[in-house]
């Protein structure tokens, strides 16, 4: 009994060490801040409750929002399997921006909006060449989004190059 448990807790120890390959290096950490409180700016002009915040490269902004249930179709035509998506309500916004290393890879053409029948999602993703980065925008608006917001904030995150350095602790 007493080796079972023995071999089972070196087998753990060998699994967790194990590597599939070398170790990436530390990715290159940007300074947010005044991206952050630019794009606060815009937000809280047109939702003065929603709150904020920032954390390693990213930024979060929210106001009034709830998990819906979202249905969508495959590429088949066929629907997939609902799930759970959190969104804005009526008068609600939420947003992530993340500065990603490279221009943008994914499958969608950006900028783009897609229909999630309850909110629209919007994923815009502007490259810096100075910086060699891009951000990763989502933005999830209700159907009467406030004149002037979404325009506001493309400004500003099509402009991100201006707001957002090397972090001075990245190597």
């Known amino acids: 009994m007493r080796t079972t448990g ?15 390959g070398p170790a990436e290096a530390p990715s290159r950490r940007y ?6 409180n630019e794009v606060r700016q815009v ?6 409750e929603a709150t904020s915040h920032r954390l390693n490269g990213k930024i979060h902004f929210e106001h009034d929002t709830r998990i819906f249930i979202i249905h969508e179709p495959l590429k088949r035509g066929e629907w997939q399997d609902p799930k759970e ?22 499958a969608a053409v950006v900028p ?8 629209t999602h919007q994923l815009m993703a502007p490259y810096s060449e100075r910086l060699n980065v891009h951000l ?3 933005v ?32």
């Open 43 to 48: 937000v809280r002009r047109h939702f003065p």
């Open 6 to 20: 023995l071999i089972f807790a070196l087998l753990v120890v060998f699994l967790c060490g194990a590597s599939d």
């Open 85 to 106: 998506e959190r969104g804005p309500k009526r008068r609600g916004i939420i947003g992530d921006i993340e500065v990603i290393a490279g221009e943008y890879a994914g």
């Open 136 to 138: 990763r925008v989502d």
């Open 112 to 119: 783009q909006d897609f229909d999630k029948r309850y909110f």
């Open 31 to 36: 300074d947010v801040d005044r991206l952050h």
């Open 140 to 171: 999830r608006y209700p159907q009467q989004v406030p004149a002037g917001f979404l325009h506001e904030l493309s400004a500003v995150v099509n402009d991100f190059d201006k707001f957002v350095a090397v972090a001075k602790d990245a190597g």
